[in-house]
């Protein structure tokens, strides 16, 4: 199994995540990766979307159909799987993922730090303040990538999420959000590449002007998708969307482990040639 970090960046939208994440743009510049547009899917709401990122299922295929629908996840999912074929799972995240992916519903006094209590998420640190600062968030990360050596390991950031329910997409507080979280991911893509991660970047929804997201149109479901691996083709390959439904195989690939039979192939990723 080949060790894999995903980063989940809430609310990024796609052309105000390219305007801001100048980083891993520059990275995408020099072909050290891959990026993707996604055309995510409906409703655009976090908890929904939460679990179709990591089971490869439309929501009327899990069943997660509102951020007010509080239940563990049946079936198999990127955790799940891992954990199945004997590796380690870990997430620095939103406690919604403790919900969905360990147990609802969430104690703050009991599931903000959960080492091995079970569940699919072997070790987790949670937060429940959407204004959780994300320098936070990403050394929790670090502290669980560094003390338990997780194959797979979310990170799962609200900064951006925050200000855009606050001030709106297009705001310069928005805008700085995203810019904050590329100033943060790029001392820490510079260990992670040298230490042999693959990396998965990318945002459940968007967000409109007037600060909400849920709906249809293109400020509230276009995001976009960072892969830095050698097994993907790297380039820019933004013409076309492709599906949200592709990130849970291609999480699998990384790792290598097998994806369920109800997820989505990979036709719309370039993969490396062997």
């Given amino acids: 199994m080949k060790k894999t970090i995903f980063v989940l960046l809430d609310a990024c939208q796609y052309e105000a995540g390219t305007r801001n994440l100048g980083y891993l743009e520059h990275l995408i510049d020099y072909k050290m990766g891959s990026k993707y547009k996604v055309r995510g899917e409906l409703p655009s709401l976090s908890r929904p979307i939460y679990a ?6 439309p929501v009327c295929g899990h069943g997660i159909t509102s951020n007010g629908t509080v239940r563990t996840l049946q079936g198999e999912n990127l955790f799940s799987m891992c ?5 380690v799972t870990a997430a620095a995240a939103y406690h919604w993922m403790s919900e969905l992916y360990n147990e609802a519903a969430f ?10 209590k079970g569940g699919m ?10 204004d959780y600062p994300d320098s936070h968030l990403f050394a929790d990360g670090e502290y669980l990538r560094k003390e338990f050596d997780p194959d797979f390991l979310l990170y799962h950031s609200m900064g ?3 200000w855009g329910h606050r001030k709106g997409a297009g705001s310069p507080e928005y805008e700085s959000a ?7 991911l790029s001392p820490l893509m510079e260990v992670w590449r040298k230490e042999g991660y693959q990396v998965v970047i990318t945002a459940d929804h968007g967000m409109n002007v007037l600060g909400n997201h849920g ?25 076309e969307y492709i599906s949200q439904l592709c ?3 291609l999480l699998c690939r990384l790792l290598g482990i097998p994806p369920a039979e109800n997820m989505v192939g990979l036709s719309e990723i370039q993969l490396a040639a062997k």
């Fill in 247 to 249: 990130v849970a195989p």
């Fill in 52 to 57: 179709t990122l990591l089971t490869g299922l």
């Fill in 83 to 87: 954990k199945a074929a004997g590796g």
């Fill in 178 to 184: 995203i810019a904050n979280a590329d100033s943060i």
């Fill in 215 to 239: 709906g249809t149109d293109t400020a509230q479901r276009d995001v976009p998708l960072y892969i830095f691996s050698d097994a993907v083709k790297c380039g820019r390959f933004e013409e």
């Fill in 107 to 116: 104690k703050k006094h009991e599931d903000r730090i959960r080492i091995r």
């Fill in 121 to 130: 998420i072997d070790t987790g640190i949670f937060y429940w303040a959407d």
């Fill in 160 to 162: 951006i999420d925050f």
